[in-house]
């Protein structure tokens, strides 16, 4: 029996859908919203890359969600529905960090060399990114942290002769900072996608590493912040 299985990703402003038949890509429906819209789309994105594939709910044999680091509303919304269909269909619940499965996404389409270094970075607002490190054959050297990012911040690795790959939402907004810095190259269109989250889905269910749906909460990172209105009066 095939295990199909269906991605979320809803951590950035980018809300995501894909649905794989052993680790392969059967259908993928997303879009950028700068408004995250999440809330609206994500249910009728969800049907619509069921009826690409051509599966009913009941052929699924798992759910994934991207966990965080990201969005604290958007990683609400996406772990909800996850966690919402996983019960109701009584399948498992795997989750994969997002800067695991972007990495992943840009390894499997870029050919790199042990010289490179990819930095999947998250915007987490003003000049500060959730980041780490990860190598040219995917291994992660860093914990994730939440980061503010200067033009030294990569000094270590380009004086080795490395070229530092910045990758995800966070990254864009480096462009100017980094544009004279030769070995630090921004790939500000390269964002989270629910397609990159397949290997690491694949590995999980062969693995059985499941969530408990009664505990399993996103990966935030940091506590929410709550920012009280103004008065206009």
Same mark, same amino acid.
């Given at each position: 029996?095939?295990?199909?299985? @269906?991605?979320? %990703? #809803?951590? #950035?402003? #980018?809300?995501?859908?894909? @649905?794989?038949? =052993? =680790?392969?890509?059967?259908?993928?429906?997303?879009?950028?919203?700068? /408004?995250?819209?999440?809330? %609206?789309?994500?249910? !009728?994105? &969800?049907?619509?890359? !069921?009826?690409?594939?051509?599966?009913?709910?009941?052929?699924?044999?798992?759910?994934?969600?991207?966990?965080?680091?990201?969005?604290?509303?958007?990683?609400?919304?996406?772990?909800?529905?996850?966690?919402?269909?996983?019960?109701?269909?009584?399948?498992?619940? &795997?989750?994969? /960090?997002?800067?695991?499965?972007?990495?992943?996404?840009?390894?499997?389409?870029?050919? @790199?060399?042990?010289?490179?270094?990819?930095?999947?970075? &998250?915007?987490?607002?003003?000049?500060?990114?959730?980041?780490?490190?990860? =190598? /040219?054959?995917?291994? &992660?050297?860093?914990?994730?942290?939440?980061?503010?990012?200067?033009?030294?911040?990569?000094?270590? %690795? #380009?004086?080795?002769?490395?070229?530092?790959?910045?990758?995800?939402?966070?990254?864009?907004?480096?462009?100017?900072?980094?544009? =004279?810095?030769?070995?630090?190259?921004?790939?500000?269109?390269?964002?989270?996608?629910?397609?990159?989250?397949?290997?690491?889905?694949?590995?999980?269910?062969?693995? %059985?590493?499941?969530?408990?749906?009664?505990?399993?909460?996103?990966?935030?990172?940091?506590?929410?912040?709550?920012?009280?209105?103004?008065?206009?009066?």
């Amino acid at each position: 029996m095939s295990a199909n299985i @269906l991605h979320l %990703e #809803t951590s #950035t402003k #980018t809300c995501s859908v894909a @649905l794989s038949s =052993d =680790d392969k890509l059967l259908s993928l429906v997303e879009s950028m919203d700068l /408004n995250y819209s999440h809330a %609206e789309k994500l249910n !009728m994105f &969800i049907e619509e890359a !069921m009826n690409k594939a051509g599966l009913e709910m009941k052929d699924l044999s798992a759910i994934a969600v991207s966990k965080g680091p990201g969005s604290f509303t958007g990683l609400r919304i996406g772990v909800s529905s996850a966690k919402g269909l996983a019960y109701a269909l009584d399948i498992p619940l &795997i989750s994969c /960090n997002t800067l695991h499965s972007l990495a992943k996404g840009f390894l499997l389409n870029n050919a @790199l060399s042990s010289s490179d270094l990819i930095v999947p970075m &998250i915007d987490a607002r003003r000049e500060e990114v959730y980041m780490n490190r990860v =190598d /040219n054959m995917g291994e &992660i050297l860093s914990d994730v942290e939440a980061k503010v990012i200067t033009v030294n911040s990569f000094d270590d %690795e #380009t004086e080795k002769g490395m070229s530092v790959h910045l990758i995800g939402d966070g990254a864009a907004k480096f462009e100017d900072l980094f544009k =004279d810095i030769q070995n630090v190259i921004v790939h500000k269109e390269f964002h989270p996608s629910a397609q990159y989250m397949l290997p690491l889905s694949g590995a999980s269910f062969k693995d %059985e590493k499941f969530e408990d749906l009664a505990y399993f909460e996103p990966y935030y990172l940091k506590d929410f912040i709550a920012i009280k209105p103004r008065k206009i009066f």
